[in-house]
């Protein structure tokens, strides 16, 4: 199986067993003395201003000071004269190969913790032999850990930590405390803690901080580290910037700070994290797998291999770095590979979760969900007091629709670790929702709060069965289950529901089995996003729900945006068409390479737009160009885990970059269909007049029209076109009568600032609209007109234009549905209403037009639901009930 973005060749991961070999340091062509020599600290926001403060004392002795420079980074080359001084330096820099890691005079705690952060872990525990120091119990806790031998961890843990606690010497040394807490973590994923446990780490770092030491930096990082076990990222990350501000060059916390900034999908600051790295040194390793989680993220496996293998190349036991080669394999849904791989790791980190844990979330992040629980459970299963792999897996479970396996493991783990904020922020979330109502369909269960919110909830089940049949048949295929669709009672409830899913950008998102959608409401912004049409927006969602169930979720980002866009019953409006047209004339649209990078982390405010939209258009080219199957045939590609070039080469028979070339040459002639291309330009014009009025005059000619203007579609009345005198105008328009720029601006020039319709402006505005049938302006100003006319029926088919391409207010529905009422057409008016009402289904003025209507198009049920809803709006209306009440007496009568 393949599976790329970037359509490069797969490249094959170095094996395990080259990853037990001899010490980096034993292999001295790998190391430079010149690497000891390291580079300056990297930019970084101001250092402390105590720490400047502190270095600039003056009565610290030139050997203090040295100290205290090299203990934060702010190292000069003379300050490195001792092996200890080089061997810290080192290892805050995490240059794993430099010489003095190795260096024999160097202290033992330093060679030890450079040996583990290269994997070689028997040497370190070899190195430490026994537990009888603060630092020396964390890191052979450390060793321990990751050599699978726990008993022996916590037998030393629980027999060393109380004694060096009750030490009051070590008691009022940060650096013995910050260790101390480092070995109480460990204990805690092997073995957990009680909650007064968790408090009484936290007080100790505090102090070590607060009270110890101001400038003290290894008690920020040990408490970002705690924090991040309690899914605590905005503590956590002040910890970090307090941290770094300590001490510019200390890579550990830079890389924490990456991986914080990944975990929010922030890629800019994760960039500018591996960028301090590789001032460090440009080969650094955390800033390669920084990269690799990056390229994980954006869907390439490829690249995130490339990273990788630098880094394995020259550490062959980097414990993270063989960790997340198995991300990779589950990248591929190479699913045989990855277990294979997860084997080989047990032998280098026997009984270790964290090979597990990176491919599962791998999986959960594909939306894996079979392979993901699988791996996932193994990995909860190696830790079971580790709250992080259960996490993982109660999320994976709510993504997938069993809510109630779900609250049971969270329930369990708040139980365990109260601390844990996504845990208790997903477990209040779910027993809210387990005390949801419920409503079913045929193919949908709908959860709701309830009250209120029964006004949306009670008119889906039908829609939403007719709305399955269609986006079914277009897919040629049906979700082996119902889909789960959870209706939240606001944004916040919403955004706590989707945490931590990168392509969430609007009121709705589909995890595959379930959509989440917050309610279509008016009210403060913090708390409603405001009106739109949720039947439109599940139709775009379930659209996802179908094609991943099609495609065992392996469908690209892109194409499954694309497939649900198709299937939206409204067209493109002016803006979606403006921005396509304005990107094809400036060479600005995407390539395939960029496309599914433009959802996740666009490069300007109009990427993401201009994905979703050109995604629909290529979609609508190939189907146009390949045939209706093409798409189901594609569907099936990607579902045997094909990459977009070998899809594109088997069904299309043509290679991406043709692709790309005939869509674009497709795509001219859309922009020119559209009229937002005309030929000839305004600027051709101009400048054709202008070189005729010079010949005449025979001056030069001067053109007023800047080059700028010649590429960007006639959005508007170009400024030059301005100057352009009413014969002139009028004689152009003869020539070209139907040009848009010139009807347009003979129709603004003739209506200025009236309120009437003059009546030679009519069949200008017709022609306008066939001449450019994208632009909703004339349709504007023909709907004003009749509307206050004596005649307001003839708006009608221009307040359906105006419609057409609204899904978010519903000012046109609800004219349109008073004017075909009044036109007798009831079954239209009942249409109109129904979007209306989907649009803002609390307006209860709205609920009684919409009753009315109902009941006269011969539609009592919907009719019975307006009237529910308006109990609900207005419960301090009694005539409500009465019409209620009148009305079941009919329909029992009946």
Excluded at 810 to 829: C, K, P, Q, V
């Amino acid at each position: 199986m393949r599976r790329t973005t970037a359509w490069r060749s797969i490249l094959l991961l170095p094996t395990i067993a080259g990853a037990v070999g001899t010490p980096a340091l034993a292999q001295t062509a790998r190391s430079s003395p010149a690497r000891a020599q390291a580079p300056a600290p990297p930019p970084v926001d101001p250092v402390s201003p105590a720490l400047r403060q502190a270095l600039g004392a003056e009565w610290l002795s030139d050997d203090e000071r040295r100290d205290l420079r090299v203990r934060h980074g702010l190292w000069e080359a003379g300050d490195l004269d001792s092996p200890a001084r080089r061997a810290r330096a080192a290892l805050d820099d995490l240059r794993l190969l430099d010489p003095a890691l190795g260096d024999p005079e160097a202290p033992r705690d330093l060679r030890a913790e450079g040996m583990i952060a290269r994997g070689e872990l028997e040497e370190a525990l070899a190195l430490l032999p026994e537990a009888d120091s603060a630092r020396s119990l964390r890191l052979r806790a450390e060793c321990l850990e990751r050599l699978g031998r726990l008993e022996i961890l916590l037998a030393e843990i629980d027999a060393q930590a109380p004694r060096l606690a009750a030490d009051p010497l070590l008691r009022d040394d940060p650096d013995a405390v910050a260790d101390l807490a480092g070995a109480i973590l460990v204990r805690a994923r092997v073995a957990g803690q009680p909650p007064e446990a968790h408090r009484a780490v936290m007080a100790m770092l505090a102090r070590a901080r607060g009270e110890l030491d101001r400038l003290h930096v290894a008690a920020r990082l040990a408490e970002s580290e705690l924090l991040l076990e309690k899914d605590n990222p905005e503590e956590a990350g002040a910890a970090l910037v307090e941290a770094i501000s300590l001490h510019p060059r200390l890579a550990r916390a830079w890389g924490l700070a990456g991986r914080v900034a990944l975990d929010r999908f922030d890629f800019d600051s994760a960039e500018k994290a591996a960028r301090a790295l590789r001032a460090i040194d440009p080969e650094h390793p955390l800033a390669a797998l920084l990269d690799a989680r990056a390229a994980l993220l954006r869907n390439d496996p490829d690249a995130a291999e490339e990273e990788i293998d630098a880094v394995l190349a020259r550490l062959p036991r980097h414990p993270e770095a063989l960790a997340l080669a198995a991300a990779v394999d589950a990248a591929r849904y190479d699913f045989d590979a990855m277990r294979a791989r997860l084997a080989a790791l047990d032998e280098a980190m026997p009984r270790h979760p964290e090979p597990w844990l990176e491919a599962g979330r791998q999986l959960a992040m594909d939306r894996q969900y079979a392979e993901a629980a699988e791996v996932l459970a193994e990995a909860s299963r190696r830790r079971p007091a580790w709250p992080t792999p259960r996490i993982d897996l109660a999320m994976l479970e709510l993504q997938s629709g069993r809510d109630a396996v779900a609250l049971a493991e969270l329930r369990e783990i708040a139980a365990q670790d109260p601390f844990n904020r996504r845990a208790a922020n997903s477990l209040r979330l779910l027993e809210e929702i387990a005390g949801y109502e419920r409503l079913r369909s045929d193919r949908f269960e709908i959860r709701f709060k309830g009250g209120i919110d029964a006004v949306v909830a009670e008119l889906m089940p039908d829609a939403l069965d007719r709305m399955h049949e269609e986006v079914a048949a277009r897919f040629d295929h049906e979700p082996p289950a119902p889909t789960v669709i959870e209706v939240l009672p606001d944004h916040p409830t919403f955004a706590v529901r989707i945490t931590a899913m990168p392509w969430i950008h609007t009121v709705a998102a589909c995890t595959g089995p379930v959509i989440a959608m917050e309610v279509p409401r008016r009210g403060p912004p913090k708390k409603h996003l405001g009106p739109f049409d949720w039947l439109e927006v599940l139709r775009h969602e379930y659209a996802h729900t179908v094609t991943l169930s099609a495609t065992r979720n392996r469908i690209p980002h892109w194409f499954t945006e694309a497939a649900a866009t198709s299937v939206e019953t409204v067209p493109r409006d002016y803006p979606t068409c403006m921005l396509l047209a304005r990107s094809l004339l400036a060479d600005e649209l995407l390539s395939l390479d960029e496309i599914d990078w433009a959802f996740v982390r666009p490069k300007k405010p109009t990427d993401r737009t201009l994905a979703y939209a050109q995604g629909r258009w290529m979609l609508e080219f190939m189907e146009e160009s390949f045939g209706p199957g093409a798409l189901v045939a594609l569907l099936a590609q990607f579902r045997e885990g094909e990459d977009s070039r070998a899809a594109f080469a088997e069904v299309l028979g043509v290679e991406p970059e043709e692709f790309e070339s005939r869509f674009l040459a497709w795509a001219q002639g859309k922009v020119r269909a559209w009229g937002l291309d005309p030929e000839p330009s305004i600027e051709s014009l101009l400048e054709a007049q202008a070189r005729a009025d010079a010949e005449e005059a025979e001056e030069p000619a001067a053109v007023e029209a800047g080059d700028d203007d010649a590429d960007a579609p006639a959005d508007e009345v170009p400024p030059a076109a301005q100057a352009i005198g009413d014969a002139r105008l009028a004689a152009w328009l003869a020539e070209h009568p139907e040009h848009p720029d010139l009807l347009e601006l003979a129709i603004r020039r003739r209506l200025g600032d009236r309120d009437e319709l003059p009546a030679d402006v009519e069949p200008l505005l017709e022609r306008y609209a066939a001449a450019r049938p994208v632009d909703p302006y004339p349709h504007r100003v023909l709907a004003r007109a009749f509307l206050a006319s004596e005649d307001p029926l003839r708006a009608i088919p221009h307040l359906e234009a105006l419609d057409r391409v609204e899904r978010d207010e519903n000012a046109y529905a609800i004219e349109l549905a008073r004017l075909l009422r009044r036109a007798g057409r009831s079954d239209e008016a009942l249409a109109a209403v129904m979007k209306a009402t989907r649009i803002d289904p609390y307006d209860a003025p709205l609920r009684e037009l919409a009753a009315a209507i109902a009941l006269e198009a011969g539609a009592p049920e919907l009719c019975r639901l307006h009237l529910r809803a308006l109990l609900l709006l207005e419960p301090d209306r009694p005539q409500h009930q009465r019409r209620l009440e009148a009305l079941e007496k009919r329909l029992g009568a009946g």
